[in-house]
């Protein structure tokens, strides 16, 4: 089974806490990873990327001797920044099914249908220079100045945030320059701030959250994939918000079907067990089936 050492780009420090970890190791897809997430379909997407990464991510193996021996696999996954997680998925999702993401756009302007192949490695970003557990910003906000201990936004936060929402969604409003600012949701903002002098007031101000979310999307770009498309039929430029998580786990979802026809297609002239087939990886799998195809056509192996 192929495996790949994964850099993500902001990282964090192993439970002793002497040690920043931004290299893990990641293994390929495998017939049971595709089953999990079509079981899990009905899951809020932060708690699939949780469930999903804890199987394929391997720590101690790449950072030997970092972590104690009874170090908890999914509550590290969960604690990672959203863009370490959605690097993560960029990644597997490379490995898995290839570099290019073939995205469907429709351009709100003229309603044209745009195909664009978007490569990952142009929207991997580079590490964090120099990555810290929490951050210190100032934010100003009418007429008062708050110091701040920050952290980043976590797949944790993501978690609590979707199982007890708020009437506040997260939202994104028209900056001055006319493009999207991401304004994070009131209780997503609170929970990634560690201190603060003077204290929070019961309401954060409008313009206190667009200066937290600005600063929060600095500390973790990978987090808002951002695209910027111009319209081939209209020459409108426009930007949309790639959600990486969701179009793979279409993608797999799309392909469970496919899946059943190659267990069964696999099983029927090989006599494996599912089991067997489930636990191959998704390309070995695809090539057994490829095999298969060409000895039945008669075709030079």
Not at 3 to 9: G, H
Not at 94 to 118: M, Q, Y
Request: one cysteine or more; aromatic letters at 8%.
């Amino acid at each position: 089974m192929r495996r790949i050492v994964a850099q993500i780009p902001h990282g964090f420090q192993a439970d002793n806490n002497a040690v920043w970890i931004n290299h893990v190791t990641i293994r390929e897809f495998i017939g049971y990873d595709e089953q999990l997430l079509a079981s899990s379909q009905n899951f809020f997407t932060p708690i699939k990327t949780s469930l999903l990464l804890a199987k394929i991510v391997d720590f101690k193996n790449t950072n030997n001797n970092v972590f104690s021996s009874d170090f908890d696999v999914l509550q590290i996954i969960r604690n990672l920044t959203v863009g370490d997680r959605v690097a993560l998925i960029l990644q597997l999702r490379k490995i898995t099914l290839g570099n290019i993401l073939h995205c469907i756009i429709h351009c709100p302007n003229c309603a044209e249908k745009l195909s664009i192949d978007l490569p990952i490695d142009s929207i991997l970003q580079p590490p964090n220079p120099n990555p810290q557990p929490t951050y210190t910003t100032n934010i100003n906000s009418h007429d008062q100045q708050y110091a701040l201990q920050i952290r980043p936004i976590n797949g944790a936060d993501l978690e609590t945030l979707i199982q007890n929402p708020t009437p506040q969604p997260i939202t994104a409003g028209d900056d001055s320059g006319g493009g999207v600012d991401v304004v994070f949701s009131e209780k997503l903002l609170r929970a990634c701030i560690v201190f603060s002098d003077p204290p929070l007031p019961k309401t954060l101000s409008r313009q206190f959250q667009e200066q937290l979310s600005k600063k929060l999307s600095e500390i973790d770009p990978q987090a808002d994939l951002t695209l910027n498309i111009t319209c081939t039929l209209c020459s409108k430029t426009l930007q949309t918000t790639l959600d990486i998580e969701d179009f793979f786990f279409q993608e797999i979802a799309s392909r469970y079907p496919q899946l059943e026809r190659e267990i069964h297609w696999i099983a029927l002239h090989y006599h494996w067990d599912e089991k067997t087939i489930l636990s191959l990886p998704t390309s070995k799998r695809k090539r057994y089936v490829e095999l298969i195809n060409a000895s039945i056509t008669g075709e030079n192996l």
